[in-house]
């Protein structure tokens, strides 16, 4: 199978223990120790008032790890004009469980009549809606769902968008908890989201590059325990062995979990 | 004005639809010949709504593989149902052998995937302990990936595999992404389709926004008064077209995306989003609006959806296309809707039949379009269907004939 490369322009983190791409950069290359702690998801202050009162867990964590990725690549105060042109893919394995869980109790009572907006939020979707509203973005935006394997997958989306000649795109992928009783049969511990500012390889120069291909060589665990749990559990964190690449500065290949069928190996070149 | 270079067109080598209209491509047809509606007054499950909706008959006799139970539910359900027919099921084998399993993509569409077993599972919750029923399985049923996996086991597939979920534009974009990924070299080919199933959140949902209408529902009607849910499974199966293409042959000539960016449930009043996508997909393909012959419109039916994508294809194509919404006669399948209506126009270019829409006592004299209320017929080269979603996530896809 051909490659298809891109270069990271920014990196966006936020999960337990880890509340940005700086402080997981630094526990990725082992200058500081992992400290366990509950995530701790910024308000959305990009939205309007409306929005961000209507705004769940998943929407704040992708709002919040996507303007981290750009914030990267630009002055804060350039945030938001590079976020209005940028095409988007969200990828994500369960997208709002706090508002299914709502639903789902509501529509197994006796009075059925569901709230319009959390119906509205049920959309896969809604992170992208949400995201394209507080940016002004009309740009073509794809959200996606491979279960396990949705960071992979949405990694491969936003690949062939730059080999088709999109310069740039942005990939958030993030998951959530769910509350019980789903929790039990769908035990993601905490809320975690990655997001990559991703540029053609031509457009590049300079910048750490990938080269992704499927193969059928085993996934790469995490060297740290704490952190291979977090890999293990949230179907975000399938993508923390290439951050641990980038943060040690590692040239090589990592390979990520991707389908039972396949997995992804990713050249890195910091 | 400069053009930038057409995609090179895929074909659509196998096609197929199940929806209230019937199982597979002749139902199909007759019933768009015979300008039958598939809708019927609600009475799925215990819903107690006065509302329409397009059900698929006999879901619960079908039986899925021994081996691939855990994903029974009535989405993937409808899912193998609408596999079987028409050789679908024989055309992805023979591609298998073609290309290989690893050269094979899967991008199905869907919005609430089997949301219904959970949504009847939290009437079954543990009395002591809250939990779910034994039986319930998450990853088979609940996941919005089930489809696309259960497919891509199905047929023993390992190539890239995806659910692709922006709401009511899910099964329309996957023929954008399966495009990519063969254009980028990765796969040969590609099971693209939708799968949407009947389910509480969307019946009560859609009721609880007060889009849904009371009777059939009747786009472009002056007195419209929402949508009617319906359910549908569509695929097809895409691979770059050979240069010496058969004449009869369906080609996806190009797709267009773009994103409201304006409100989560109500589209853009100006249809400015749905513009752009038209645009954009008239601009892969290297054409111009006057080079369409036929529109198929989303149309659902709500006051707003018609009024604004009326005011776009107006501004972008002006009122001479002859165009309309067949959610009269199917419903609106929500996520599976963009591979019905792809369907549905593949066999417009074959046949030639525009299929007028159903249900409109008057026209809305404000939607100024040739909005067709009858059935016509012509020589039909391309024709362009339009998805749009909450959250403002809109695609065109244009179709046509290879010659």
């Not at chain 2, 609940?142 to 990936?145: A, I, L």
């Not at chain 2, 849904?212 to 059939?216: A, D, G, L, R, V």
């Given at each position: 199978m051909s490659t298809l490369t891109g270069c990271i322009q920014g990196i966006g983190v936020l999960g337990p223990g880890l509340a940005d791409w700086s402080a997981a950069r630094a526990v990725l290359a082992r200058e500081q120790p992992y400290l366990a702690a509950a995530t701790v998801l910024p308000p959305p202050a990009v939205l309007p008032a409306a929005e961000r009162r209507r705004a769940g867990r998943v929407i704040r964590l992708a709002l919040a790890v996507g303007a981290e990725a750009l914030g990267a690549a630009t002055a804060a105060s350039g945030v938001a004009d590079y976020a209005r042109l940028l095409p988007t893919v969200f990828t994500s394995s369960g997208g709002d469980g706090d508002n299914c869980h709502e639903l789902c109790v509501t529509l197994a009572s006796g009075d059925r009549q569901i709230s319009p907006t959390r119906f509205h939020n049920s959309v896969h979707n809604a992170a992208a809606g949400y995201w394209s509203i507080a940016y002004g973005c009309t740009r073509p935006s794809t959200s996606l769902c491979a279960g396990d394997a949705s960071f992979a997958a949405g990694l491969l989306e936003a690949l062939a968008q730059l080999a088709g000649g999109t310069p740039a795109v942005l990939l958030l992928a993030y998951d959530a908890n769910y509350p019980q009783p789903l929790y039990a049969r769908r035990p993601i511990p905490d809320a975690f989201g990655i997001a990559l500012l991703l540029v053609s390889a031509d457009s590049g120069a300079g910048l750490p590059q990938l080269e992704v291909t499927l193969s059928s060589a085993p996934a790469a665990p995490m060297e740290q325990a704490a952190l291979e749990s977090l890999r293990a559990s949230i179907p975000a964190a399938r993508g923390l062995p290439l951050l641990e690449r980038l943060a040690q500065r590692r040239a090589g290949t990592v390979v990520l979990d991707y389908l039972d069928s396949a997995t992804m190996a990713v050249g890195v070149q910091p | 004005m400069m053009r930038s270079t057409p995609m090179s067109p895929l074909a659509l080598t196998h096609f197929t639809a199940t929806s209230c209209l019937g199982k597979g491509l002749a139902a199909t047809r007759a019933a768009l010949q015979q300008s039958r509606s598939g809708l019927s007054p609600c009475c799925f499950e215990t819903v107690q709504l006065a509302t329409y909706i397009g059900e698929v008959e006999g879901l619960d006799a079908v039986e899925m593989p021994p081996q691939l139970q855990r994903f029974d539910c009535r989405n993937n359900r409808l899912a193998h149902l609408a596999l079987m027919q028409d050789g679908f099921d024989a055309a992805v084998r023979s591609a298998i052998a073609r290309f290989g399993p690893d050269r094979i993509g899967v991008y199905l569409g869907t919005s609430t995937s089997g949301i219904l077993t959970t949504e009847i599972a939290y009437r079954h919750l543990d009395p002591l302990t809250g939990a779910l029923p034994d039986g319930f399985d998450y990853k088979g049923t609940?996941?919005?990936?089930s489809v696309a996996d259960y497919v891509g086991r199905l047929y023993g597939l390992a190539g890239p595999a995806v659910a692709l979920c922006t709401a009511c534009s899910s099964s329309a974009k996957v023929f954008a992404a399966a495009q990519r990924m063969i254009g980028a070299g990765q796969i040969d080919a590609a099971i693209v389709g939708g799968v949407d199933s009947l389910c509480l959140t969307t019946l009560y949902g859609f009721h609880s926004l007060q889009l849904?209408?009371?009777?059939?529902c009747r786009p472009f009607d002056a007195t419209r008064d929402g949508l009617s849910i319906g359910e549908a499974a569509a695929f097809a199966l895409l691979e770059r077209a050979p240069a010496d293409t058969d004449p009869a042959a369906i080609l996806l000539l190009g797709a267009g995306e773009s994103s409201d960016a304006y409100h989560m449930s109500s589209p853009h009043p100006d249809g400015a989003g749905a513009r752009t996508a038209m645009h954009d997909a008239l601009t892969a393909a290297g054409l111009a609006p006057g080079d369409v012959d036929y529109i198929n419109l989303h149309g659902t039916g709500t006051p707003s959806n018609d009024s604004a994508e009326s005011r776009a294809v107006l501004g972008l194509f002006g009122d001479a296309t002859p165009c309309s919404s067949t959610k009269g006669a199917t419903g609106h399948a929500l996520g599976a809707a963009g591979a019905l209506e792809a369907v549905i126009c593949a066999l417009a270019l074959e046949s030639g039949l525009m299929p007028g829409g159903l249900n409109v006592r008057q026209r809305d004299p404000q939607l100024a379009l040739n909005y067709l209320t009858q059935n016509e017929r012509a020589p039909l080269q391309r024709v362009l269907s339009n998805s749009f979603g909450f959250g403002g996530a809109n695609c065109a896809l244009l179709f046509g004939r290879a010659a």
């Open positions: - | 609940h996941n919005s990936f849904t209408s009371p009777e059939p």
